[in-house]
């Protein structure tokens, strides 16, 4: 398994205003994710950070709204811009235990989650 | 498109009593298919998993899960359930390269 860490746990922002969340993983993966839970709903697929390529982002989610830094292969950094009060959810940060490069088959462990609520 | 239903979105048991959460999904040939829980305040934590082979897998926290191809269903069962049981439970299936997360259902346990 892997040991996922995020910053910050929670926090309160102004709308208008950006947040950037770490995330921070005790061994190299390959491929790691970001994920949105809406109050009361289920995770959403933001997009998928691999590192040394540009995130690939799932219908519904631009790089400008949602830019991902992925500098190696144990941290990530998901930034949500321009923030509205419709962003207020649970960021989860995600990995992908495996060398094959492809989620078919790997089990992904996450992270405990960025509680963020917009103002 | 594929997708992931989980029917009951609100199960109260009583501490002691058995469990089972269901879960089906819709998807042309047999997915990789999972169990998750979350914890109030929690990330997810995987419970268990079927990739192949025998279709009764069993998990951590005494949880198993049936795979039954024939009703395309994965539901996930706890013979005695404890109070600390008390969580959010997602099924998810991984057809290609990302997971597709159920509703959820929210398990409420009684003394």
Known sequence: ?119 | AQSVTQPDIHITVSEGASLELRCNYSYGATPYLFWYVQSPGQGLQLLLKYFSGDTLVQGIKGFEAEFKRSQSSFNLRKPSVHWSDAAEYFCAVAPADKLIFGTGTRLQVFP
């Open chain 1, 1 to 119: 398994s892997a040991v996922i860490s995020q910053k910050p746990s929670r926090d309160i922002c102004q709308r208008g205003t950006s947040l950037t969340i770490q995330c921070q993983v005790d061994s190299q993966v390959t491929m790691m994710f970001w994920y949105r839970q809406q109050p009361g709903q289920s995770l959403t697929l933001i997009a998928t950070a691999n590192q040394g390529s540009e995130a690939t982002y799932e219908s519904g989610f631009v790089i400008d709204k949602f830019p991902i830094s992925r500098p190696n292969l144990t941290f990530s950094t998901l930034t949500v811009s321009n923030m509205s009060p419709e962003d207020s959810s649970i960021y989860l940060c995600s990995v992908a235990l495996g060398s094959s490069g492809r989620i078919l088959g790997e089990t992904q462990y996450f992270g405990p989650g960025t509680r963020l609520l917009v103002l």
